[in-house]
């Protein structure tokens, strides 16, 4: 075969790629004798305009970064072959090459068909370089967003001593920067399968991107394309099939959320939750109910009920030392103020009044009524704890909760579950408190904090640790969301 050479200067040496108008093929540089890469676009009966334009934005994107994971940008032309038998691997007519550097490993999709298995410590050595590369490209101004990550598009070279090996993140073909203003059309591209469901809108943004390393990782992981694996409200069902630890498998569920809502936000959220699992809470810490719990749950189709009774018994977990004071400072406090209050009707109001007269028909009469007024008011918080019942309703979009009092029933506003963007668990502690001189040891709650437009907190405090573990473990199920710390 003759040999090929484009512009004079690029001799081809053999074909790397071929997709639907598109050639990629590996050439040498006659002026450099380096070998390139060089990425074909011909006008040929499978070409579209819409092809040209995202030709166009990678050659730009590619001219704009730097990066040593990342193909370097070298050249760019328009070409036009002879009607010839000899060109066989360039095609005849009109179109456009882009010369880039030319990186020689095998991509994930090759290694793992080549029998190459990824080990958990591979898969997040794997994470880590690919977050850098995309938190490099997401911090461009304006930010570049790939839309096309899959094992395809990810090149890795051969395992040296406890390295996975050297990565690299390649094919800009489908890249998008969001500085497209309102209104301009979008194209939609990606990859079936590596997709979330807001590309297939048209809608990208870097949170995009983090579902598509996610699937990528399932893909590692599972052996399997994610298109064929079960899903469960388009959340991907992967979990039985791999032999992973907890804390991967929660943040692999938490980087494929379909909900943008739910997604891990940006590649330094995700980096962080990956390297400090200690900081988001164990998905499946409780996964049955406490033995001994009073608590009940009603199923109803999509819908489910949790019922939390009153407490047994009054206990001081319920944070009402303003309420209920646990120490002496706070009785002082309401002395102080209710001298200050005598001193003040006698001698500036009542100056002419003889004082057992005042004690008697105003003193003691007012320390009497804010005597009644507190007593009323812990009645009330008493009766409250006591026969107050809870009732927490997760229906399919929203959830919400309502008080009962006997024939009395107070509801909440309802929360959207379109909203709900972090599901936050606290477990309850000791907290040793020195006012003064006095020194006191107090309980703090465990708290479940539902984070949407507001933070909502569960409104339960007199439960076990174990129990609200639970409670967050059912959140976390309905809303598809791992749970975090706050």
Known sequence: ??????????????????????????????????????????????????????????????????????????DHFEFQTPKTKGFALVPMGKGFALVQSYIPAQSLEQCLKAGRR?????????????????????????????????????????????????????????????????????????????????QFGGRTVPASDLYSLGATLIYLVTGKHPAELPQDNLRIQFESGVNLSSELIDWLKWMTQPSLNRRLASAVEALTALEHPDQRTDISVVKQKPFGSRIQLEKSGENTDVFIPPPKRLTSRIPNTIIMPNN?????SYLTLILAISLFLYFCVFKNMPLNVFVQTIWFPVVMFLFIIHSIFYSFVLCQKIFRVIRVHLEQQKIYWTYEWFWLKLQTDPILKKDIKRLIYN????????????????????????????????PVYHLSDPEMEWLAHELSEWLGMPITKG
């Open 118 to 198: 990824f080990s958990e410590e591979d898969v997040k050595q794997l994470a880590q370089v690919l977050l850098e590369i995309l938190r490099y490209l997401h911090e461009q101004q304006p930010p570049v967003i790939h839309r096309d990550i899959k094992p395809s598009n990810i090149l890795l070279t051969n395992r040296s001593g406890n390295s996975v090996g050297q990565i690299y993140l390649v094919d800009f073909g489908s890249v998008q920067t969001l500085a497209a203003k309102k209104g301009s059309t979008i194209t939609v591209v990606g990859t079936y399968g590596y997709m979330p469901p807001e």
């Open 1 to 74: 075969m003759v040999e090929q050479v484009l512009e004079e200067r690029y001799a081809i040496k053999q074909q790397l790629g071929k997709n639907a108008g598109r050639r990629t093929l590996l050439a040498q540089d006659l002026q450099t004798q380096e070998l390139v890469a060089i990425k074909l676009l011909s006008f040929g009966v499978d070409f579209q305009w819409d092809d040209l334009k995202l030709f166009q934005r990678e050659a730009e994107t590619l001219q704009s970064l730097s990066h040593s994971a990342i193909p370097a940008y070298l």
């Open 427 to 458: 477990p309850g502690y000791f907290q040793t408190n020195k006012p003064g001189r006095k020194s006191y040891t107090a309980f703090i709650p465990p708290k479940i904090t539902i984070v949407a437009q507001e933070k909502h907190e569960f």
């Open 328 to 332: 002496y400072s706070i009785y002082l």
